[in-house]
């Protein structure tokens, strides 16, 4: 008898397409592994595809979702870099190994899983081995399914294309999953951390986790809070997370020289901002499209080292996704996780 798992997919784009479906088990070819998923992360980029599908060519039927964490139950032949048993994450942009990324100038590379490829909404997945990484030895699955997106994106923007370290200040935007993230790494580094956020109870939570420096952005204006807080000076390195107009405030906010990652597009795909702090300042302004396997690989070796816990604000069994995509909706504190246990 065929062994049977569960999946998400969708034959048209908008969420009451998404239907939960009983498929056969898949098997690993050449060069590929098969993983037990033990748990899904969500991403705000994981709602956009769904309901818009961000003009990408999605394979039919498309299963949504980038991020996964599991273990591997069965190996092809000619894999080399895992054994069966081991517990790996996805890699968000799979051919994106080191160094400069794919594409050209008129057509940059946007191949990604839960868009181009596949995603790992399912009880099994099967992919080229060279598509994971090893999960850390100090995190639980639910913890490690986190990270491709979410986590790997704020290391990238703060370790790989800069060098946090004691005595940086950072700003983060909002309390999301890369916000928090953000926050996490440049304090386990030595940073002061500024944190906006419209809510006073979320700016206590992240002073909990650590944060300098708390800033209601409903209640003042929060470049003129870092003015004050900094003696004027700015803030070294702020990760972009609304996109639009806001990109202006955060060449306000900028330390001279400073460097600004635009990671967010809340607030709309095209942003915006005054000219003259942008060159009387002269900022690095950095697009962060998450990141390459070999930097998620030192991100791994990081949480270990350091103790970064991941901060899930909730979690979801895999037939509640619609649930959890409300949830997304109202803005999670941290990560929302899908549960891929086995059902009772």
Known sequence: MTKTMRRWSMSAIGRDNL????????????GEIRVKVSAASLNYRDKMVIETGMGLTLPQPFT?????????????????????GDRVMSTFKPDWIDGPDNGNARTPAYQTTGGTYQGMLAD?????????????????????????????????ALKERDDIKAGSTVLVQGTGGVALFGLQIAKAYGADVFVTSRSDEKLARVKALGADHGINSAGEDWVEAVYKLTGDRGVDHILEISGGANLGHSLRAIAVHGRISVIGVLEGFEVSGPVGP??????????????????????????????????????????DLQAALDHLDRGPFGKIVIDLSPAA
């Open 19 to 30: 239907k939960l479906e009983t498929v056969a088990i898949p098997e690993p070819g050449p």
């Open 64 to 84: 949504p979702v980038s991020d996964m964490a599991g273990v591997i139950d069965a190996i092809g032949p000619g894999v080399s870099r895992f054994t069966a």
């Open 124 to 156: 099994y997945v099967v992919f080229p081995e060279d598509w994971f990484v090893c999960s850390p030895a100090t995190l639980d699955d639910a913890e490690a399914s986190t990270l491709p997106v979410a986590g790997l994106t704020a290391w990238f």
């Open 278 to 319: 942008l060159l009387l300042k002269s900022p690095v302004i950095q697009g962060i499209s998450v990141g390459h396997r070999r930097s998620f690989e030192d991100f791994v070796r990081a949480i270990d080292d350091t103790g970064i816990k991941p901060v899930i604000d909730a979690r979801y069994k895999l037939e």
